[in-house]
């Protein structure tokens, strides 16, 4: 009894050991994101054809028809706002439960209430799983394939990315999650 409880004692401290040994959890690449925001000015709003007249940043004046489903255009008015911005994000995690796994595509929409200033948002986040098939990382080149079996090979630049493939070897599947969001909006007058 005394040793099959010193094998047991002896295989556990074995086992801690090991966990103890093993490599921490991949880190995933930190996601980098830009945002464009672009506005014009209201200068005239009709109603009845459903067109506004917008003063640009550069002072260009241009008039632009406005879809039937943007709701509430009756709370535009001259000196009003209109503001677009863009935002895009990339980034990438290592997953071993991503393998053969099929792109996810994640598409989000709202705009506002009734009554409300006239608003609309829109987004989506797609997540390609791949296959590394070869990391470079003095070129910083990374060569991969998706579920269409096609071999690419992307140079990442950011120091971000660069730290991410330093991680990375063949036959890691990676989840790359890709996010672009548009988001327009009526702003009052300041």
């Given at each position: 009894?005394?040793?099959?409880?010193?094998?047991?004692?002896?295989?556990?401290?074995?086992?801690?050991a090991l966990a103890a040994c093993?490599?921490?959890?991949?880190?995933?690449?930190?996601t980098?994101?830009?945002?464009?925001?672009?506005?014009?000015?209201?200068?005239?709003?009709?109603?009845?054809?459903?067109?506004?007249t917008l003063k640009t940043e550069s002072g260009e004046m241009v008039t632009v028809e406005v879809d039937p489903a943007v709701q509430n255009l009756v709370q535009v008015n001259p000196g009003d706002r209109v503001v677009a911005r863009y935002r895009q994000a990339i980034g990438a995690t290592i997953s071993?439960?991503?393998?053969?796994?099929?792109?996810?595509?994640?598409?989000?929409?709202?705009?506002?209430?009734?009554?409300?200033?006239p608003s609309a948002r829109a987004s989506q986040t797609t997540n390609v799983p791949v296959?590394?098939?070869a990391v470079d990382t003095k070129t910083?080149?990374?060569?991969?394939?998706?579920?269409?079996?096609?071999?690419?090979?992307?140079t990442v630049q950011t120091p971000q990315a660069k730290e991410f493939i330093k991680q990375l070897k063949p036959g890691d599947t990676v989840v790359v999650t890709f996010t672009e969001a548009l988001a327009l909006s009526v702003?009052?007058?300041k």
């Open positions: 009894m005394k040793t099959a409880g010193r094998s047991l004692t002896g295989a556990l401290i074995a086992a801690l093993q490599a921490p959890p991949p880190k995933p690449m930190e980098v994101e830009d945002t464009v925001e672009v506005s014009a000015t209201v200068e005239k709003v009709d109603v009845l054809n459903r067109l506004l071993k439960e991503a393998a053969g796994q099929p792109v996810t595509v994640d598409v989000e929409a709202d705009r506002a209430k009734l009554g409300q200033k296959t590394i098939t910083n080149q990374v060569t991969f394939h998706g579920s269409d079996g096609l071999v690419r090979v992307f702003e009052p007058a």
